[in-house]
């Protein structure tokens, strides 16, 4: 069975931050803004379409758990995708918090900075 069938989307290729030279330059030229769950890392990319990244310290636990963490905020991204403008990179750093926090409470955060970074479009700032 393939994963559509069991109801996953996948992010296109074309929209994931996958080489390494991709992470490193939005941490060096980009901004960031940490929250007590996530931080994000935003850098413009002259592109047409967003992309983005989810880097997981190993410190925060094994591989099963590092796991968990990127599928909570992956979603959290795409929860909240369709509201952002276009034309950024974004790398995603889930914290030690976001291992007892609620799916809920990483999505509302996450759209809190992005909010705050100017990812969102405009009208449709959290009020």
Do not use: W
Not at 91 to 109: C, G, H, T
Request: with cysteine; glycine share 10%.
């Amino acid at each position: 069975m393939s994963r559509a069938s069991y109801g996953v989307q996948l992010m296109p290729k074309s929209e994931r931050l996958r080489k390494s030279k991709d992470f490193t330059r939005v941490f060096e030229h980009g901004k960031s803004l940490p929250g007590s769950r996530v931080v994000v890392y935003y850098l413009e990319n002259g592109l047409p379409f967003n992309r983005v990244g989810v880097a997981v310290s190993r410190r925060l636990g094994g591989a099963v758990q590092r796991n968990r963490l990127k599928r909570i905020v992956k979603e959290a991204y795409r929860a909240n995708e369709a509201g952002l403008r276009q034309g950024l990179d974004l790398v995603l750093l889930p914290r030690s918090r976001a291992k007892a926090a609620s799916f809920q409470e990483v999505k509302d955060e996450l759209l809190g900075i992005l909010s705050e970074c100017g990812a969102l479009r405009k009208g449709d700032e959290k009020k």
